[in-house]
């Protein structure tokens, strides 16, 4: 159904008169009868009576009028959610639990009429996919993984690093240190049945467990953090990785540990990537808000893997 045609059909209604309507529509008399006239063909009735004193809805009019309204207002909702600047910024966090998700409510929070869908996509080429293809604004991932490369058009800038923490139950043998070093995890087993192949947390694993010599189990299904906090609390040797901000409950009695790693300290990079051409006015106030508060990469006391860090320029 042509919406220009229904839209003409309420302008008339609500004007009273073809001449009101045209006026009101910038447009001629002569179109507004055509419009109408193509619009009373396409619905085999008569929308109008018309008479000295103007133009009245038939009865058929008077019963799509309602219907006409709807139409219209749905029409003009598709359009602001694509619009720029009308519709929801559209932001990947990969998952709603993570810290990712509140580094976007702490910048909901500093802009809270900010318009934001929050998507959860899985995998890191899904989501640069999204990207480039504009189903989504921006993606926070650790980028880019080895062996690949972002999209024309597309860029990723640093905007979180975050600590590592081991977390075991209390009957493991580091479960009353107050920190351990990555050394000293040499030859142990962390289990992280999530690291699931091509996903970059796994890329991200990887490299860690080679530079010290960690033995990471991906082995088993994974049905969630629950089981996972059950398994470690019950454990004596099984111990796991999360981040520093990642939000975790779990039953008193599971006594859990959360011992933070340092000399040197593992962090998780985190980079928002987005469309260089993208012109939502929110994405820019994202990436403002989300550099103003990156404090920067350490020089020392830090380790991310290679991949990860920014390529250096030539020497002269």
């Known amino acids: 159904m042509d919406v220009t045609a229904v839209r003409t059909f309420v302008a008339v209604v609500d004007a009273g008169q073809f001449q009101e309507a ?11 009868s055509k419009r109408v006239a193509a619009l009373e063909k396409e619905l085999g009735v008569q929308l109008f009576t018309r008479d000295a004193r103007g133009a009245r809805p038939t009865v058929d009019g008077q019963a799509f009028l309602p219907h006409a309204r709807g139409l219209l207002q749905a029409a003009e909702r598709a359009v602001a959610s694509v619009r720029p ?12 639990q993570l810290s990712l998700a509140g580094l976007l409510r ?30 989504i604004d921006a993606t926070f991932r650790a980028a880019p993984m080895p062996g690949r ?46 690291n699931l192949p091509g996903t970059e947390w796994a890329a991200y694993y990887e490299e860690l467990a080679a530079t010290f010599g960690i033995l990471i189990d991906s082995v088993g299904p994974d049905f969630g953090i ?27 009695g599971h006594d859990l540990r959360r011992i933070p790693i340092k000399d040197p300290t593992p962090l998780y990079p985190h980079s928002l990537i987005w469309r260089v051409d993208n012109p939502h006015p ?22 991310v893997p290679n991949w990860s860090r920014p390529a250096q320029p030539n020497s002269p």
């Open 22 to 32: 045209a006026i009101d529509l910038s447009i001629t008399p002569q179109a507004v």
């Open 282 to 303: 929110s994405l820019a106030a994202l990436r403002r808000h989300l550099t103003s508060a990156y404090p920067g990469r350490p020089n020392n006391g830090a380790w």
């Open 85 to 96: 600047g009308s519709r929801a910024l559209r932001v990947d966090v990969i998952g709603r």
């Open 226 to 252: 629950e089981p996972l906090l059950d398994t470690i609390a019950n454990s004596t040797t099984l111990a796991t990785f999360v981040s520093e901000q990642t939000p975790l409950v779990w039953p008193v």
């Open 106 to 135: 702490g910048f909901h929070l500093a802009h809270p009429d900010t318009e934001l869908d929050v998507v959860t996509l899985f995998d890191s080429d899904t989501a640069v996919a999204a990207v480039r293809d504009g189903t």
């Open 149 to 194: 490369q972002l999209p024309r058009g597309t860029e990723a800038t640093p905007v979180f690093d975050e600590p590592l923490h081991l977390f075991t139950g209390p009957g493991h043998e580091f479960a009353n240190a107050l920190a351990i070093t990555p050394a000293q995890l040499a030859g142990r087993r962390i289990w992280m049945p999530g």
